[in-house]
Nanobody, 123 residues
Framework: QVQLEESGGGSAQAGGSLRLSCVWSTYTSSGYCMGWFRQVQGKGREGVAVVDHDDTTTVADSVKGRFAISKDTAKNTLYLKMNSLKSEDTAMYYC?????????????????WGQGTQVTVSS
C-alpha cells in the first residue's frame, strides 16, 4: 500500500509559477511509476507528467516546456514545477503511482492516488 499526500497548490497570476509536492509513504520508489494528473470539475482526469523508476519522464504536450516533473528519493517526494502558468491550468492536481509495467499518461494503470491539491490561475 502506498500513501500519497500533495501540497503546494494555491492561487497564482497568469505567467507565474507554483511548485507542487507529493510525499509518498513507502521506503522506496524503486519499481514505481509516479505522476501528476489534473482534473477540471465536470471533465475527465488528464495526465500531466510522469516519471518512471529509471527517471525517464513523459510530459503532456499541453504543458511541455512549462512544467517539469522530478523526484527526490532521499525525501520521498515527487515534485511538479509549473512555470508560465495559464488560466487553463486551473484544476485539481493529483499525485498517483503504480508498480505495473510501463509508465505513461493514461490514468487507468495507477492504483494509488492522493487527495489532490487545487491550483487556480487568474488572468
Amino acid at each position: 500500500q502506498v500513501q500519497l499526500e500533495e501540497s503546494g497548490g494555491g492561487s497564482a497570476q497568469a505567467g507565474g509559477s507554483l511548485r507542487l509536492s507529493c510525499v509518498w509513504s513507502t521506503y522506496t520508489s524503486s519499481g514505481y511509476c509516479m505522476g501528476w494528473f489534473r482534473q477540471v470539475q465536470g471533465k475527465g482526469r488528464e495526465g500531466v507528467a510522469v516519471v518512471d523508476h529509471d527517471d525517464t519522464t513523459t510530459v503532456a504536450d499541453s504543458v511541455k516546456g512549462r512544467f517539469a516533473i522530478s523526484k527526490d528519493t532521499a525525501k520521498n517526494t515527487l515534485y511538479l514545477k509549473m512555470n508560465s502558468l495559464k488560466s487553463e491550468d486551473t484544476a485539481m492536481y493529483y499525485c498517483a503511482a503504480h508498480s505495473h509495467w510501463g509508465c505513461d499518461l493514461g490514468e487507468a494503470a495507477y492504483d494509488y492516488w492522493g487527495q489532490g491539491t487545487q491550483v487556480t490561475v487568474s488572468s
